[in-house]
């Protein structure tokens, strides 16, 4: 995973775009869309996932993708979210040349979302079904989630040369 | 010789004598002097057998005026007949003789009066301290005659309380008698409901076991229509594992459709409606499992409930057994109890009949016992009577002894032949 800094490039979401298919999933209490241009599949694991010794609490483990291994990231412990019980469909997303597994508390639907309002942070507020949810780019997703993963190996570093 | 003979010769030989002296004086016509000598002479010789005789006279009435003496004194020790005079001569023997026999005779009877005066004595003696004895006893008698009396005053008073006892215990059989009556009526009654009710409660027992029987059927009824809701529910379960796997292929083959661009478009539409419909048939699986669990959950509780109601019935099906036996033996019990009752009114009558011949047999007790009072009166009086006549036994007891004593000691006043010294 490379690691960009402050400074993360991502695809831009416009105002009143229309056609983008979205998946609608649910973390915790609240309701998400991820843009289906990273999303290669939604898989199932019926098996536990190989957990990674050292990895951050919001790396739950390794997943078995039809013979490709990917790491799974929780967005509810990432984003320290309340989760309830996590489903164990992954969503599987593929972003510069990175694979990894996003486990989701619930995939509700797919479907066709209007973005409305200005995008901050990756975030775009949009409507479905007469609700608002947040729709989520999955460029910058993934490089946040590749800067936080830098910075917390830096800081186990940084703490593990002070400790020696 | 008698008496008046010799005086007689006597008398003639005198006047012989004098006559012969006179005739010889007239013949010889003598001198005065002779006259005088011969008839002195005459007169003399005539006195001289006179005065023999006088004194042989004499001494007969001195010896027999002794004995008289004596005999008047009480002294009869001495015989009156002399050997001189064994064979009696004249009157003066004749008389002593008579004295000797009077003397015998009265010695005699003094000995029989002296011994009848000492038996009359002793007799006496023992007629008083017989009549001591009759008169402690009589007394004795007329304590216990009293005691008698009391006892039967007593005894009158207990009889009379004791035959109202006894009639007021017959009248109270009586009334046991009516009331065991009833009693066993009431348990006749009370057996014939009872009998009833088993009757009726083993009706009741079938038909509960007939509800039982239904309750088991529908327990099992149940029972299969949990198992077939599981089956159901795992069917579902079934269904909605496929409409996951479907919904999650129409995802990831919108996915594709998407990723394929315009090409994809027409392909992206059917696995929307794949999608869909898998999202539909999800729905639909998710509420048929609600309806399945809500069935199942209210299958649990009325299987629980028919649990809990087959348990209670169990229980009074039960009790229910319990209540007929109950009555059985109430049945029973009441029965021996009529029985008992029965029973009890028949020996109360019993009672009741004798009770009154026990009144009856008490009044003639009674009356028996008036009649002994009456009797210990009389007795009482006779012995009363009896006592004084005793008293008067006594004192006329005292009186013949002392009375005797007395004779004995004028009888011991006349000296007979067995008496010596004194």
């Known amino acids: 995973m490379a690691h960009n800094g402050e400074t993360v490039t991502t695809t831009r979401m416009e105002p009143g775009e229309f056609g983008k298919k979205a998946l609608i999933l649910k973390v915790g209490n609240e309701r998400y869309g991820l843009l289906l241009d990273n999303v290669v599949e939604v898989f199932e694991t019926n098996t536990d996932l190989m957990c990674i010794p050292g990895a951050p609490a919001w790396i739950l483990g390794l997943a078995n993708n039809h013979g490709r291994v990917v790491p799974v990231v929780s967005l509810g412990v990432f984003w320290e979210l309340e989760t309830g019980s996590r489903s164990n469909h992954i969503v599987l997303v593929e972003c510069e040349d990175e694979s990894y597994g996003l486990a989701v508390d619930r995939i509700e639907s797919m479907d066709t979302v209007s973005a409305e309002g200005p995008e901050v942070r990756g975030r775009r507020r949009c409507w479905h079904h007469g609700a608002l949810l947040e729709l989520i780019d999955p460029t910058y997703l993934t490089k946040e989630l590749f800067a936080r993963l830098d910075s917390e190996q830096s800081h186990a570093q940084v703490d593990g040369h002070g400790a020696a | ?422």
């Open chain 2, 1 to 422: 010789m008698k008496l008046r003979t010799k005086i007689l010769i006597g008398y003639l030989s005198t006047v012989c004598l004098c006559l012969c002296a006179v005739i010889v004086i007239f013949l010889t016509n003598p001198p005065h002097w002779v006259w005088f000598v011969v008839l002195m002479g005459s007169a003399l010789l005539s006195c001289i057998p006179g005065c023999w005789w006088i004194n042989v006279m004499g001494r007969k009435f001195h010896k027999l005026a002794f004995h008289a003496e004596r005999i008047g004194a009480g002294d009869l020790r001495e015989t009156v007949l002399s050997e001189k005079t064994a064979k009696p001569l004249d009157e003066m023997d004749r008389l002593a003789e008579l004295l000797e026999k009077a003397r015998v005779g009265y010695m005699r009877m003094l000995h029989a009066v002296r011994t009848s005066t000492q038996e009359a004595g002793s007799a006496s003696y023992m007629l008083t301290e017989l009549a001591k004895r009759i008169d402690a006893s009589s007394r004795e008698i007329s304590r216990s005659m009293e005691e008698m009396a009391r006892g039967a005053d007593v005894q009158n008073e207990l009889v009379d309380q004791t035959s109202a006892l006894i009639a007021e215990m017959a009248r109270t059989i009586e009334r046991t008698s009516r009331s065991a009556e009833d009693a066993a009526k009431s348990s006749s009654e009370a057996s014939v409901v009872a009998q009833s009710g088993g009757q009726m409660a083993g009706q009741a027992v079938d038909k509960m076991r007939g509800v039982f029987q239904g309750i088991e059927k529908y327990t099992e009824r149940v029972f299969e229509f949990g198992e077939r809701t599981k089956e159901i529910g795992a069917i579902v379960r079934v269904i909605t594992d496929v409409a996951q796997q479907t919904h999650l292929l129409a995802i990831n083959a919108t996915i594709e459709a998407a990723r394929a661009g315009d090409a994809g478009r027409g392909f992206a539409v059917v696995a929307e409606e794949i999608r869909q419909l898998a999202e539909n048939t999800s729905r639909s699986a998710e509420k048929i499992a609600g309806i399945v669990e809500e069935i199942t959950a209210g299958s649990q509780e009325a299987v629980k409930a028919v649990k809990e109601s087959t348990r209670h019935l169990s229980e009074g099906r039960d009790q229910l057994t319990s209540i007929i036996e109950a009555l059985d033996n109430i049945v029973a019990t009441v029965t021996s109890g009529s029985d008992r009752v029965q029973i009890i009114s028949r020996l109360a009558k019993e009672q009741i009949a004798g009770a009154k011949e026990t009144v009856k047999a008490i009044e003639n007790i009674s009356r028996v016992a008036q009649k002994n009072a009456k009797s210990t009166e009389a007795v009482s009086r006779s012995a009363e009577a009896q006592a004084k006549s005793l008293y008067n036994v006594t004192t006329l007891s005292s009186e013949i002894t002392e009375l005797a004593g007395n004779m004995d000691k004028e009888v011991r006043k006349f000296r007979l032949d067995d008496d010596h010294g004194a």
